[in-house]
């Protein structure tokens, strides 16, 4: 395994400024938070620094006491999460991890590796217990005066809207700047907390013990152009670009599966994941921090080709609308989980999707200019697809999660997408 060379340099818990009132100090999850998986989201921000001369110790105080300031308003990542119910609001602290990186910048990410991206995490992904740090951050400083943060929020708490809000908040404390959208941690009004102790439901459906195996696909304007008009053969013509790159890459799933003895009779499923906040009627706050997301299930049987997968995707996310919200708020929930979990144990092969593509990452400015690239790293599910935005905004980044025993299949398809007539061709 590769390894950069980097030593830690400090570990501490970082406190908001003022402490949080009796009145706040116990907040419920909402029925989604409850639901959600119990891992950590990570989030890496790499910052090009070289003309700056950077004072590590002056830019860690500032970035410590930006956290502690903006974790006043974001009290309940300092708390600690308890028995899958509330979160314990006892500003316990965020985790604060500073690294010095003996490389430079742009060996890191000019061919990223995935076992080199992993070391600018503060925490393995994988688990969340009762006594676990509900956020944790990891500034590393480059030889060449870059810098790289990166951020693990536990997905009990936040979604990847919710994540982004934070970082975009905690950025612009740290330049100084007053006006920083209160946010509201009020999803239980919309999604009560429910008693799951006799459901039988786990918030880790789709989860494997398996080696997960990570591979970038990256997408830029030229081929989404391409994929996009492929796909205009079918029945939407105006497909978007997660839309056509979604397709694509649960396409060659369907037929990768396919040629597989032991899956002649399978059918397929793509799960792509809705933020339910702009879906609902009237809106549901941006600013609501939390989980406000359900699945879309597009499901192709195992007699149907796989031409028109776009028609299929769109029209199982257009069903998350105002009235599948009402019914999930009015006692639904459990039979849309069932299906969810139904899934995972019948015959169906199963492609799971989430689009970030318009979150606003690349905004997040601490006060040495925006990021020159985001990039996320591998979680532990099956058949996982990242749609992320391109540093350029006018490409897509797709970070794929596949069992190690696949990877195979997954270079091959890569290498094809290299390739311009493959792409028409495949697509």
């Known amino acids: 395994m590769e390894v950069l060379n980097m030593e830690i ?20 999850l909402s029925f989604l938070d409850q639901i959600a998986p119990q891992v950590h989201v990570p989030l890496i921000f790499f910052y090009q620094n070289d003309e700056l001369n950077v004072d590590h110790v002056e830019v860690s105080r500032i970035l410590k006491q930006s956290l502690s300031r903006i974790l ?60 676990k740090a509900i956020l944790s951050v990891k500034i590393s400083f480059f030889n060449c005066g870059g810098i790289a943060i990166g951020i693990c929020l536990s997905h009990k708490i936040a979604d990847g809207a919710s994540l982004v809000a934070f970082v975009n908040a905690w950025a612009t404390t740290c330049r100084g700047n007053v006006e920083v959208t209160q946010p509201s941690f ?70 990768a599966a396919r040629v597989k003895t032991d899956m002649k009779n399978t059918s397929f499923a793509a799960v792509h994941a809705v933020n339910l906040r702009p879906r609902a009627i009237p809106p549901i706050p941006g600013h609501a921090f939390g989980n406000c997301w359900r699945a879309a299930f597009a499901i192709l049987s195992q007699t149907e080709d796989s031409f028109d997968l776009v028609t299929k995707l769109r029209s199982a996310i257009t069903e998350i609308n105002d009235g599948y919200i009402k019914k999930l708020q009015h006692g639904d929930y459990l039979s849309n989980l069932s299906k969810w979990i139904d899934f995972f144990k019948k015959d169906i092969h199963v492609c799971n999707f989430t689009s970030w593509c318009r979150f606003p990452m690349y905004k997040v400015d601490f006060g040495w200019g925006k990021p020159v690239w985001v990039c996320t790293t591998t979680l532990p599910f099956k058949n996982l697809v990242i749609l992320m935005s391109s540093s350029s905004g006018d490409g897509i980044e797709a970070w794929v999660n596949v069992p190690d025993h696949d990877l195979e299949m997954l270079e091959t398809h890569y290498k094809q997408l290299n390739s311009v007539n493959s792409v028409e061709i495949d697509a």
């Not at 818990?13 to 009145?23: C, E, R």
């Not at 308890?82 to 609001?89: A, F, K, L, R, T």
């Not at 880790?204 to 830029?220: H, S």
């Open 72 to 131: 006043t308003l974001f009290y309940p990542l300092a708390g600690r999460i308890q028995e899958n119910s509330h979160i314990d609001c006892n500003d316990a602290g965020a985790e604060f991890i500073e690294a010095r990186v003996h490389a430079r910048l742009t060996q890191v990410i000019k061919e990223p590796k995935m076992e080199e991206l992993q070391q600018f995490l503060p925490v393995e992904p994988l688990g969340q217990t009762d006594d």
């Open 9 to 28: 340099i400090s570990k501490e818990m970082i406190k908001p400024s003022s402490p949080t009132p009796k009145h706040l100090r116990n907040l419920k």
């Open 186 to 255: 009020d999803l239980t009004h919309y999604f009560p907390t429910k008693d799951l102790s006799s459901s039988g439901i786990t918030p880790n459906v789709g989860m494997t013990k398996e080696k997960i195996t990570t591979k970038r696909l990256v997408f830029d304007k030229e081929k989404l152009a391409k994929l996009k008009k492929v796909a205009t053969s079918g029945e939407v013509k105006n497909p978007t670009r997660v839309e056509a790159v979604s397709a694509f890459i649960w396409r060659h799933f369907i037929e």
